[in-house]
């Protein structure tokens, strides 16, 4: 689950909240054994702060600051833990402060992950529009609108067998949504937006199968994820409601011997049942890693998409990347085949920032059909 509704945020690696964003990098259920048979018992630092802009919303800046480390030093099997923190505003007026603290303990049995935000995220509305049509970012196409959001969530997985691994996560936010004025307020209300304060509380029974040979640099493996979230009044929710969403990310070594060159995809589908909010809709470009696309232009109950990049080391501190993909919104299954198809490329630059755990920061820039995106982030991309 994500956290709010703000596509810079964007910019780190794993999925948490209660919405349609990342939030904190660093998240990841199991770096194969293999790879962990020396442990590096220093404490590793950075930070990448920069700018960051998309056609959603105005230029902005970010610092990201993240702690890697080893829980146990005589645990040679479990990933590194994380700490990492998060300060974001643009100059429209919005802001974040969040924080992720990632734990990997007993020999890569259990993993728990803590979330914490709160910010006031301000962005652009088009409304729930026809799948079948092609949006451009014309102002008159859209509103303003503002999420001020506390969230939280607190997960654990536990290892199955293998690369198998099953846990629940649950996410409370407590979410005021307004229009920039009372014009965009109505129009918000009449596309079935909450107008005011509103709560989500979510479970979700989560699954994950992971063999990937590295935690921020994969070259070879398969990760794949299963999240059911459960929004019920029972447990004080404001609405019920289902939503499931599924990926399978794939790596391949493409070269004999060596791991300079790396084909990774990612196939991403969800879907959406009951009284679900806007935050809760299928957001094309908004959680599933999919770049070009503004927040907010494609929102049904469905989405699906498929990507490739194609990452090439040129040194051990410096790699590039092209990529390129396709997916369409969509409400239901007989309206698949009438939605647009909405396809993307670009390229994208890697800097290694801590050599020791091959942590990478990125940018990467995205063009598709009548949008364009600029991204910055921790890890990889996908």
Known sequence: MKATRLLFILILLC????????????????LIEKTLQKIDKNINFTIVPGPVYNSSTHLGFAVIPMLVYN???KDTLSPPSSTAALFYFDFYGSWMVAAKQNFYWNNNKWRGIITLGYGNLKSKFFGLQPDTVVISNNEENYVWMSDLTLFSTLTCYRK????????????YASITQNGKDSAASEQLRKNGVV???????????????????NLFWTTKGFYAGLNIRN?????????????IESFVNGYHCLLKNSKRLTLAWRFYLQGSWGDVPYNQLANYGNGD???GYTGGKYVNRSKVNLQAELRYDIWKFIAVSGFLGTGKAFGNISGFGKSVWLPSGGVSLYLNVIPSRNIRAY???ALARQDYGVYVGLGQSF
């Open 363 to 365: 940018i990467s820039l």
């Open 195 to 213: 107008i005011g304060n509103y709560t989500q509380s979510i479970l979700s029974p989560t699954f994950v199968w992971d063999n990937r040979d």
């Open 231 to 243: 929004s019920s009044i029972l447990f004080f929710s404001a609405s019920d409601y289902l939503v």
């Open 15 to 30: 999925q948490t909240g209660v919405a349609q964003h990342k939030i904190i990098s660093g998240d990841s259920l199991v």
């Open 160 to 171: 199955i067998v293998g690369g198998f691994y099953g846990g629940l996560e649950y996410s």
């Open 289 to 291: 890693d999919f770049r």
């Open 71 to 73: 829980l146990d030093k």
